[in-house]
């Protein structure tokens, strides 16, 4: 019963470097979104893709980039990593995008940024 | 725009104890609203959702929560905690395509 599947689960990185997290879910789900979690703020959607071939910007996408490189998969990528990115990092999918769709997570890619 | 409001950033209960989340949205029409647990290192799983209908829903591992318009509230709640629901409990409102979450309440239960 896998779902949604992170990796890595955990990534030390120095400012500048570049990096890509991966995430495929195995549910043949429409939609994905990734988020970061802070602490004290919840979960900020980053990016999101309706479907297959679209990505669009969420409530925080500035530093970060996504490829949504088929239905299974949603690649997110930061070209020069900062501190301030430093986050645990979790990808989500649905059937669909809209406002009655429950989302299903992976377990998260904490990510800090030296 | 659309935000959640989670007052309580940690409760302490005792097991068997009853517990009650609290939730006050933002949203000018009926939204679809969430709750979500998360367990340490793990990522966030539905435990019910409400969209229309009757106002109190029942979800998974005994919980419900109940939907009060006039207060634009949305609380979780469990009449018998157990030792296993010590978690972190996010209240998520799905509106205009979005969905924002709360930022979360921490959940010790005593033994």
């Known amino acids: 019963n896998a779902g949604v599947t992170q990796t890595p689960k955990f990534q030390v990185l120095k400012t500048g470097q570049s990096m890509t997290l991966q995430c495929a879910q195995d549910?043949?789900?429409?939609?994905m979104y990734w988020y970061r979690q802070d602490p004290g703020m919840g979960l900020r959607l980053i990016y999101y893709?309706?479907?297959?071939?679209?990505?669009d910007k969420g409530e925080v996408p500035n530093g970060y980039n996504v490829s949504r490189l088929n239905k299974r998969e949603f690649s997110l990528r930061l070209e020069s990593a900062a501190p301030s990115q430093t986050s645990v990092y979790f990808c989500a999918s649905s059937e669909a995008t809209g406002n009655n769709q429950p989302q299903h997570f992976g377990d998260g890619t904490r990510l800090s940024i030296l | 725009a659309q935000s959640v409001t989670q007052p309580d950033i940690h409760i302490t209960v005792s097991e068997g104890a009853s517990l009650e989340l609290r939730c006050n949205y933002s949203?000018?029409?009926?939204?679809?609203l969430f709750w979500y647990v998360q367990s340490p290192g793990q990522g966030l799983q539905l435990l019910l959702k409400y969209f229309s209908g009757d106002t109190l829903v029942q979800g998974i591992k005994g919980f419900e929560a109940e939907f009060k318009r006039s207060q634009s509230s949305f609380n979780l709640r469990k009449p018998s905690v157990h030792w296993s629901d010590a978690a972190e409990y996010f209240c998520a409102v799905g509106a205009f395509g979005d969905m924002r979450f709360g930022a979360g309440t921490r959940l010790t239960v005593k033994p």
């Open positions: 549910m043949n789900h429409n939609s």
């Open positions: 893709s309706a479907s297959e071939g679209t990505t």
């Open positions: 949203y000018g029409a009926t939204p679809y």
